[in-house]
């Protein structure tokens, strides 16, 4: 969001709770589901509660995705997994704009609450935006904008909400649903993967699909309310406020990670073939395993230094392992080190050949990268069945 999206947030918040703090008799709720955009973090869209309160000629959004770029050290705070989100407090006129500047759609649908939910509802926001808790810890699988609308309507309906029946088809994974997402980005997907963990790879119930705004309108669209054995949609159909198409991304697949990693594993097999000078092979040797130690280091942090659960656990540092470190350091000082360059190759091939059976899924652009470590590696550990092995 944008800066005076947050200020105007913060100062409308100083004075809110205490207006909401009694609906009135015609106080009406909605779901807004807002389509994707193009930048990294809205490529997923967006979800928000709006609010209209006729008697007092109120009409506003609350907004649970509000974050601050100029917040201190916010890239590490984002890394380490500890970026606080904001509730924001917008009239629909300001929402809307910034939605209508990005072109992005925004459907509304009416929440077909009682008045005892929707007490239950305001009160549970208010409660929201006192100073202690209108902030929170982000969690993208289980605690973002779109399950925190969630859980709520959850506590103001109760044992009344009701979900469909249990799918008896394949249940996506977390990695799967934000893939769809991702596809068209070819490689924010490739860095994505590298970086999720294995926890990505778990089965996404219906109810925990709804951390994607335009999965929970579709979940919500199905659910029910019983109100005296009658079974009542939870939301009305959508009405569209904003009209705008989906971004269209063009898809360029000469540029790919799947190609572009190729490639480079041709130049490299060339190379490995043709270099005969020590000096330039020692030169392409320790500025292939800088790039390897760059990404080894990254998935230590993300392992075991990070807040981000779904970092953790991930099954990349069998072959992006620390090392590959020690094997860099060892190019650097001139020596010789060949047993490690030869444990590394052992790893690396045990992983390309059981990549297919451990419970994480792996890019298909990984390959490429994963033979580029095995030459390298095998020709440093000296193995006298390799044609490329140094002298």
Not at 151 to 179: C, H, N, Q, W
Not at 190 to 198: A, P, R, Y
Request: charged share 20%.
């Amino acid at each position: 969001m944008k800066k005076i999206l947050f200020v105007s947030s913060f100062l409308l918040m100083l004075y809110l709770p205490g207006v909401f703090s009694q609906p009135a008799s015609d106080t009406v709720v909605y779901l807004l589901t807002c389509g994707p955009g193009t930048e990294t973090y809205s490529i997923y869209g967006h979800s928000a509660i709006r609010i209209v309160i006729p008697e007092k000629n109120s009409d506003m959004v609350y907004n649970w995705g509000v974050f601050y770029f100029d917040s201190p050290n916010f890239a590490w705070k984002f890394a380490k997994g500890r970026l606080d989100y904001w509730l924001g407090v917008v009239s629909l006129q300001n929402f809307l704009q910034d939605y209508s500047d990005e072109q992005r759609f925004v459907y509304s649908q009416r929440i077909n609450l009682d008045a005892s939910e929707t007490k239950q509802l305001i009160a549970l926001i208010n409660d929201n935006l006192k100073p202690e808790n209108v902030k929170y810890r982000y969690d993208f699988f289980y605690d973002d904008c779109s399950t925190r609308i969630r859980d709520l309507l959850e506590k103001s309906i109760g044992k009344k909400l009701l979900y469909p029946p249990a799918e008896t088809g394949e249940v996506p994974t977390f990695r799967k649903m934000v893939g769809k997402y991702q596809n068209p980005y070819h490689w924010l997907k490739f860095g994505v993967d590298l970086i999720m963990g294995s926890s990505g790879d778990k089965k996404a119930s219906f109810r925990d699909r709804m951390f994607l705004p335009l999965d929970m309108q579709n979940g919500l669209s199905e659910t029910v309310v019983n109100r005296n054995g009658k079974m009542i949609p939870l939301l009305q159909n959508p009405v569209v406020i904003l009209d705008y198409d989906p971004p269209v991304i063009k898809k360029n697949f000469l540029t790919s990670p799947e190609v572009v990693f190729t490639i480079l594993l041709i130049i490299v097999l060339i190379l490995s073939a043709l270099l005969k000078s020590k000096k330039i092979i020692n030169l392409v040797d320790i500025f292939v395993f800088s790039v390897f130690s760059i990404l080894a280091l990254l998935m230590i942090f993300f392992n075991f230094f990070t807040n981000h659960q779904q970092m953790k656990w991930n099954l990349n540092i069998i072959w992006l392992n620390p090392i590959i470190i020690l094997c860099l350091v060892i190019l650097i000082l001139k020596k010789t080190g060949s047993i490690w360059f030869r444990i590394l190759f052992y790893i690396t091939i045990s992983f390309l050949v059981l990549h297919f059976f451990l419970p994480q899924e792996f890019n298909i652009a990984f390959i490429p990268l994963v033979v580029i470590l095995l030459i390298r590696s095998s020709v440093r550990a000296g193995f006298d069945w390799n044609p490329l092995t140094l002298k």
